[in-house]
């Protein structure tokens, strides 16, 4: 069974940065791999998503310019680093995983059935 676990995040101040990992143990060439946010009382919203094998990135607008994802290394590690970060970024980010060949944008949570537990990224003014 796949296991996605992440990493990073804590407490930052605003203009700051930082960054997320998300090891998917999921040993295939192409997945589309995805950071969610949620915020206490919100919906979860797509951040950024990536095709592993073509490493095709897709953003949703506000965060566009500020945050990148990214594969990082052999070990099927999928990275999300956040900058110029602002308050309203603060959240519990989640990473999840589509074992498809290509991502169709920032999709729904709906489309995801592959889980992290998810990690606090605080960002105080």
């Known amino acids: 069974q796949v296991q996605l676990s992440e990493s990073g995040g804590g407490s930052v101040q605003a203009g700051g940065s930082t960054r997320l990992s998300c090891v998917t143990g999921w040993h295939s060439t192409s997945n589309c791999v995805a950071w969610f946010r949620q915020a206490p009382g919100k919906e979860r919203e797509g951040v950024a998503a990536?095709?592993?094998?073509?490493?095709?990135?897709h953003y949703r607008d506000d965060v566009k310019g500020r945050f990148v994802i990214s594969r990082a290394g052999p070990d099927y590690t999928v990275d999300l680093e956040m900058n110029n970060l602002k308050p309203e970024d603060t959240s519990m980010y989640i990473c999840?995983?589509?074992?498809?060949?290509?991502?169709?944008?920032?999709?729904?949570?709906?489309?995801?059935?592959?889980w992290g537990q998810g990690i606090w990224v605080n960002v105080s003014s």
């Open positions: 990536l095709s592993t094998g073509t490493r095709m990135t």
């Open positions: 999840a995983l589509r074992p498809v060949t290509h991502c169709r944008g920032v999709e729904a949570a709906a489309a995801f059935d592959i």
